[in-house]
């Protein structure tokens, strides 16, 4: 890690020396701003669309803008209804090398010109792969690498308060990088931070879902450089970046909604209007217009205004923030916030443009809904054609088996038949399955036995799906179903902590914390080690009511998951079919070597169990 900060500490020395050179800019345009703050140079015909891009340019008396390079060229200039901001567009040559354009722009109280730079973007949009497991940070609440970032003087909110959950805690992007190794020791493969822009709101700023800037990260959480140094590491370890994009609203401090470029840029109600979370209403072709209309035009809170996608600037404007944060810090893939809030053709055109644009991203949305039905018609194209979801239907079929009514497993273990049975094409094996997340409660919460825990964690690591853990799960983390307490912070993690669980060793671990992390630590490599997992057939086996029991297969083997949700009795389960020859072997996940003789596996009373099968391919 050492390495890594010096590296930091190179950029921001190369950071300082570019301000000064650019000092003509800044000096002669201080009230000016333009987003996106720079843009990029491409080659690639599938990136054609990239070439054209609109400036949004904010300042006192505009009259307006102009400028031309060999390679470049304002096309379009025209006034926003509020006379603060003009749209201008940009067309940039296919062939075009990084350059700056001078933008010449007219102003009442003097003309000035500006800088534009294009730069060459950075490699990223590399996208998610079945193999891979993703780990879910709350980076206010992770670790605190860097005490001085704690409170910025500049921001509304300059209180740092452990004891209280929906205060800010002082984690943040140093504190990642500080404790990379326990990344790299999990064995992950993506990271996704909950959001890192700016929130600079008055209260519980913290979990980064009220934006105020669509192209700073957060002065509490560190610097850009800082955010670029951690996704470079990652990329040279060959993990993926997911960012967290939140598209529906932003925070009622953003200077976009104070002084917006237009008031259609947002949705007005005559009174205060919540969204109704009535989700199905935008898939439903029957539901009730007025109720669908509330679900996608009410805000998500009083301090997060709801965008109006309709307006075309405002769309742009959303579109280009995320192509831009690809290109500048090489974003693999993305996970869209409170999907469902947007407009379906807003989402459609922003999931196009983007896949289009690079073809290798991964877009996956929260789609918040327990019904299958409802979870698959998002992806379907005659709505918004997204790619993948938040498998929540999964999730609830998980914690429904769990429970310790028997009435409620067995509907579980049926839910959990229809959600495998729902798509097993290899598209499901991209939906994203989780136990736990930053909005619901602990898994350890709702396990009333390890035996439970232990349950769940070994269907959420076998399902043909990517996993996600959320961080603390690997340790076993519990919670009330509270937001400020399910993001708990990291022991470990933060200066004057008792104990630590980062890097700790087994001694120093409790029975449930050093059993959860002998599970979750192996189980993310098996995604990459077992290759009948992401690359095999997936197929439903048969078995008695009440109990579920799925297989990944392949030449080499099968990964065989078995899910009994009996109160008191074993069950039997044929897995003939994974035989391949007389030195086929069985061996449980936890390394006892089974009974192989005929194949019959007997599974205990409330528990899920993995299953190795494996042949000695050189007696074959
Ligand atoms: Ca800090
Ligand atoms: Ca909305």
């Not at 099968?613 to 074959?620: A, D, H, I, M, N």
Request: proline residues 5%; hydrophobic residues 35%.
């Amino acid at each position: 890690m050492q390495q890594l900060r010096q590296s930091i500490t190179m950029q921001c020395l190369n950071v300082c020396l570019l301000t000064i050179l650019c000092g003509f800019a800044a000096s002669a345009s201080d009230t000016l701003r333009i987003d996106p703050p720079h843009w990029f140079v491409t080659s690639h015909d599938y990136e054609r669309s990239l070439c054209l891009v609109e400036l949004l340019v904010e300042g006192n008396g505009l009259l307006s803008v102009g400028g031309e390079s060999e390679y470049a060229r304002v096309i379009d200039d025209r006034p926003a209804t509020n006379t603060r901001y003009r749209y201008v567009t940009l067309r940039i040559d296919p062939v075009a090398p990084p350059h700056q354009l001078l933008l010449h722009i007219r102003r009442t109280g003097g003309d000035t010109s500006v800088r534009y730079e294009l730069r060459t973007p950075a490699q990223g949009a590399r996208g998610l792969h079945p193999s891979d497991v993703i780990y879910l940070i709350t980076p206010d609440r992770f670790a605190n690498g860097d005490t001085t970032n704690d409170v910025v003087l500049s921001m509304h909110e300059r209180t740092v308060d452990r004891s209280k959950p929906s205060a800010r805690h002082g984690g943040d992007i140093a504190g990642i990088i500080n404790h990379y190794d326990h990344l790299r020791d999990l064995n992950v493969s993506a990271l996704w931070l909950n959001p890192v822009l700016e929130n600079n709101q008055p209260v519980a700023s913290y979990h980064g879902y009220a934006i105020t800037d669509h192209y700073r990260i957060d002065p509490r959480f560190g610097t850009h450089l800082e955010y670029r140094a951690l996704i470079d590491a990652l990329h040279r370890d060959s993990l993926r970046v997911v960012m967290d994009v939140v598209v529906n609203h932003v925070g009622n401090e953003h200077r976009l909604f104070r002084n917006p470029p237009d008031s259609s840029w947002f949705h007005w109600w005559p009174s205060y209007t919540n969204t109704n979370f009535k989700v199905r209403s935008v898939t439903d072709p029957a539901a009730d217009p007025l109720v669908r209309d509330t679900l996608l035009r009410g805000w998500f809170d009083r301090m997060m205004p709801d965008i109006d996608q309709r307006n075309p600037h405002a769309a742009r404007y959303l579109i280009q923030h995320v192509q831009w944060w690809i290109m500048e810090a090489g974003i693999d893939a993305l996970r869209i916030d409170t999907y469902p809030y947007s407009y379906p053709e807003f989402m459609r055109t922003f999931n196009r443009e983007l896949t289009t644009t690079f073809p290798s991203l991964t877009i996956y949305g929260e789609v918040w809904t327990e019904s299958l039905t409802d979870q698959q018609s998002f992806l379907d194209s005659t709505h918004s054609d997204l790619q993948y979801g938040t498998d929540f239907a999964t999730y609830a079929a998980i914690t429904a088996i769990m429970s310790d009514d028997p009435a409620e497993r067995l509907r579980g273990s049926n839910a959990l038949i229809a959600s495998l049975q729902s798509d097993t094409s290899r598209r499901a094996r991209m939906h994203v399955a989780f136990v736990d997340n930053h909005d619901v409660m602990r898994i350890a919460s709702r396990a009333s036995t390890m035996d439970s825990w232990l349950a769940a964690m070994a269907i959420l690591f076998t399902l043909p799906r990517i996993p996600c853990i959320y961080y603390g799960t690997e340790f076993f983390f519990q919670s009330e179903d509270d937001h400020g307490r399910i993001r708990a912070d990291m022991p470990g993690g933060f200066p004057g902590d008792q104990r630590s669980l980062l890097g700790a060793s087994q001694d120093s671990l409790r029975y449930e914390e050093w059993m959860a992390y002998g599970l979750v630590r192996p189980a993310s490599t098996w995604g990459r080690a077992i290759t009948a997992k992401t690359t095999g057939t997936f197929a439903i086996l048969p078995a008695p009511e009440g109990v579920v029991a799925y297989a990944h297969s392949d030449d080499d083997g099968a990964l065989v998951t078995i899910v009994n949700t009996h109160e008191h009795e074993a069950r039997t389960v044929s897995i003939k079919a994974y035989r391949r020859g007389p030195t086929s072997r069985v061996l449980r996940m936890d390394g006892k070597a089974m009974d192989a003789t005929n194949f019959e596996l007997v599974v205990p009373p409330r528990t899920a169990t993995i299953y190795v099968v494996w042949t000695l391919t050189t007696e074959r």
